[in-house]
């Protein structure tokens, strides 16, 4: 399995509350991306990167930023968390050859 | 990147092969196949990809038309835990940060 981490793995938090989880990598892939997953749909993606520093949006990134200073980590941040936030968020992570994509255990997050 | 259109279910006898069709009758010259699955509740697993030949590793075949407008994922011989949603994504490998857009795929059950 490829070396990804993500935490926490669970959070219950309050609307209004900024909320940051944490992908880690030990892969040294380039290329890092956060999705969320909701009951009856696929995955959604939320933000990528591309690089240290170099980050893009994917189709719902509104209300999520993230960050990238290492190649390991890759930061999703919910500024000011609501309860259609709630949902399962997956990291993965791709090499710049293939490009096929790793997955993360996920995180599960609520806002109450 | 291009669309697919995957049935939403499907069953399958456990020891028998598990045929799994896609279309993706826009797909351009420089797009690949890629297939993941989804087990309950678990991060999505890569599976195998393709561009125009037939692909085969040690989990599954894939069988790509000539004409490219389909694929389909073979599992030679599917077991119980082979019951998962199995995801079909077309897209560009060099471009777009290698980012996928995921559909709501096929669930496959394998009944005993």
């Known amino acids: 399995d490829a070396g990804i981490t993500q935490s926490p793995r669970h959070k219950v938090t309050e609307t209004g509350t900024p909320v940051t989880l944490r992908c880690h990598q030990t892969e040294n892939h380039r290329y890092m991306y956060w999705y969320r997953q909701d009951p009856g749909h696929g995955l959604r993606l939320i933000h990528y990167?591309?690089?240290?520093?170099?980050?893009d949006k994917g189709e719902v990134s509104d209300g999520y930023s993230v960050s990238r200073s290492k190649t390991e980590d890759f930061l999703l941040t919910l500024e000011s968390a609501t309860s259609s936030q709630t949902s399962v968020y997956f990291c993965?992570?791709?090499?710049?050859?293939?490009?096929?994509?790793?997955f993360g255990p996920g995180t599960r997050l609520t806002v109450t | 990147d291009a669309k697919t259109t995957q049935p939403t279910s499907m069953d399958c006898a456990e020891g028998r092969a598990a045929n799994l069709p896609c279309n993706h009758s826009?797909?351009?010259?420089?797009?690949?196949v890629y297939w993941y699955r989804q087990i309950h509740s678990q991060g999505p697993q890569y599976i195998i990809h393709?561009?125009?030949n037939n692909e085969t590793n040690e989990m599954a075949s894939l069988i790509i038309t000539e004409d490219r407008k389909s694929s389909t994922l073979i599992l030679p011989h599917a077991t119980l835990r082979d019951t998962a949603v199995y995801y079909c994504i077309v897209r560009v490998a060099e471009t777009n940060a290698g980012k996928s857009t995921f559909g709501d795929g096929t669930t496959l059950t394998v009944k005993p």
């Open positions: 826009t797909i351009s010259g420089n797009e690949y």
């Open positions: 993965a992570i791709s090499d710049g050859r293939t490009y096929e994509q790793y």
């Open positions: 990167s591309y690089g240290v520093k170099d980050t």
């Open positions: 393709g561009l125009k």
